[in-house]
């Protein structure tokens, strides 16, 4: 399985749950097709990365277990997401589509293919 792992944002003040740290993770998230943030010992962020290495589309993967900050990425991540639906959760051509509920159903209608293609990570 092959995907690309983003090992620094840079600067971020570990303090920084709020604008900083969903700027920076905002940026991310606009700055490549796919991102999926994780952690490396989950089962569900592996599905999700076979998911997507499986259709052909190369994700930058953070895994927030090797990031000192992990938990107050993962507490911004929730509040993007609105919920503590956990991990992972995953962006799309800069928009935030969700955790693994909200891409298994987008998979399964059949939604998941054409946002690939529109963000550019897919070109069949």
Not at 45 to 70: S, W
Not at 98 to 115: E, W, Y
Request: aromatic share 6%; charged share 20%.
């Amino acid at each position: 399985m092959t995907y690309q792992t983003h090992q620094s944002w840079g600067y971020m003040p570990t303090r920084a749950i709020g604008g900083d740290l969903l700027e920076s993770i905002e940026r991310l998230a606009s700055e490549n097709a796919v991102v999926i943030f994780s952690i490396s010992t989950c089962c569900m962020c592996h599905a999700i990365k076979r998911l997507f290495c499986g259709m052909g589309v190369n994700p930058t993967v953070y895994e927030l277990d090797e990031d000192p900050r992990e938990k107050e990425i993962e507490k911004a991540l929730m509040r993007l997401l609105g919920s503590s639906s956990g991990l992972p959760v995953v962006f799309i051509g800069g928009k935030l589509v969700g955790a693994m509920d909200r891409v298994m159903a987008s998979h399964i209608n059949g939604t998941l293919v054409p946002l690939l293609k529109e963000a550019g990570a897919l070109w069949l």
